[in-house]
Nanobody, 122 residues
Framework: VQLQASGGGLVQAGGSLRLSCVVSGRTFSSYTVGWFRQATGKEREFVAAIDWSGDITKYADFVKGRFTISRNTAANTAWLQIINLRPEDTAVYYC????????????????WGRGTLVTVSS
């Protein structure tokens, strides 16, 4: 299974971005997809996850309604919409997939993409 995250870039505070994660390889429909982020000098942290059906989602507490995870199984793609971006959202954002478990907040996902950099200027 390969994952490719994209959509990052430089954006001003208050702006928005939509990150994409394209999954290839095995059947995408059976995987939970998660988004994580890692700022410089900090540990990788959970952001959001969605189950195979798209009906069950989990979010980190800091999301506070600014992040929305979604997926299109037929298109083998998941998205992370971020609005009202803040400088503290600056990080490399990673998508991950897990065939064994539903949405969870741990880093024990089976497969990881390379990440896409989001930089928010104040």
């Amino acid at each position: 299974v390969q994952l490719q995250a994209s959509g990052g870039g430089l954006v001003q505070a208050g702006g928005s971005l939509r990150l994409s994660c394209v999954v290839s390889g095995r059947t995408f429909s059976s995987y939970t997809v998660g988004w994580f982020r890692q700022a410089t000098g900090k540990e990788r942290e959970f952001v959001a996850a969605i189950d195979w059906s798209g009906d069950i989602t989990k979010y980190a507490d800091f999301v506070k309604g600014r992040f929305t995870i979604s997926r299109n199984t037929a298109a083998n793609t998941a998205w992370l919409q971020i609005i009202n971006l803040r400088p503290e959202d600056t990080a490399v954002y990673y998508c991950a997939a897990d065939s064994l478990k539903g949405p969870h907040m741990t880093r024990a996902y089976e497969f990881w993409g390379r990440g896409t950099l989001v930089t928010v200027s104040s």
